[in-house]
């Protein structure tokens, strides 16, 4: 899928129409496509079906890059009034950036305590954030797998995959992060940010500075892989695919620059699935799948 099928630039103002369902293609070619030669950015997301936490990160993290490019940006909301509660429910329209307008009122929702089954959108710019964030992921892990040392672990690994990237990603508006647990398919959690990504990341260590983009994604997934050249670093990607692959059926995609990488373990025998994107990535997006 390419920008332009998509993406319409007429004089000042780019037209930017979101798919019904997540397209990983179109969201990478549309955020290069907002490069700050437009006043005024259109999101029409008016035909938005179903979105899974991946989904919400990635609109989140377009809006966000709209609005640090551009002077204007309004946000067409989804036509299907469920589809707009529940973006309202997963905080997406929370602290917008100023120069963004929506084109319908928020909706009112009651709201109920969730954590075991949903973390809503969160940014994540701090320590501070991070030890939040653990406790929530604990929690909602605790729903999937009870309250153990599985679950225990997994909000540890999210909590240095979190922190690698509001430390070394330089993103300029931190890391967002969503979760929610799934009858069918089980706790699907993502991390995003629109930093320098792994390989980029990677290559301040001298050690790590020749290969693929792709090959700078699996090596940063071993034990002891790091962009520093301190004794001790590089646990936090390692931490998260060992929580990953203990968790029994799973599924851990990390996409950053020109690699996209699916690991996908069923029955302890793990699958590898490495691709390079049409269009280069923007940051690091990370998506678990946990079916237990």
């Not at 909706?107 to 089954?117: A, C, K, M, T, V």
């Not at 290559?203 to 962009?227: C, I, M, T």
Request: negative net charge.
């Amino acid at each position: 899928m390419t920008v332009s099928t998509k993406s319409i630039k007429t004089q000042n103002t780019q037209y930017i129409s979101v798919p019904p369902r997540y397209a990983a293609d179109f969201l990478h070619a549309a955020l290069i496509a907002v490069d700050g030669s437009q006043e005024e950015v259109e999101l029409m997301a008016s035909g938005l079906r179903f979105l899974r936490p991946l989904d919400l990160c990635a609109l989140r993290a377009l809006v966000d890059h709209a609005a640090e490019w551009a002077k204007r940006v309004h946000l067409e909301c989804p036509s299907d009034a469920s589809v707009h509660r529940y973006l309202e429910r997963m905080d997406l329209y929370e602290n917008l950036p100023a120069n963004v307008t929506l084109s319908r009122e928020r909706p009112r929702i009651r709201r109920y305590s969730l954590g075991d089954q949903l973390i809503e959108l969160e940014r994540i710019r701090s320590g501070e954030d991070v030890e939040v964030l653990m406790d929530r992921v604990d929690q909602i892990a605790g729903g999937q797998f009870g309250n153990g040392p599985l679950a225990k672990a997994f909000a540890t690994a999210i909590g240095a995959a979190a922190e690698n990237a509001v430390m070394h990603a330089e993103s300029p508006s931190g890391a967002l992060l969503a979760a929610q647990r799934y009858r069918t398919s089980g706790l699907e959690l993502a991390v995003v940010d629109r930093g320098l990504g792994v390989p980029a990341t990677l290559r301040r260590n001298p050690a790590h500075r020749e290969g693929s983009d792709l090959e700078a994604v699996e090596n940063s997934l071993n034990d002891g892989v790091s962009s520093s050249t301190e004794d001790g670093r590089g646990a936090g990607l390692w931490e998260l695919r060992e929580a990953v692959a203990a968790s029994g059926n799973a599924t851990l995609a990390i996409a950053a620059g020109r690699a996209d990488l699916s690991l996908s373990w069923r029955r302890n025998v793990l699958a590898r699935n490495p691709s390079v994107p049409a269009e280069p990535i923007s940051g690091t997006w990370i998506s678990i799948r946990l079916e237990g």
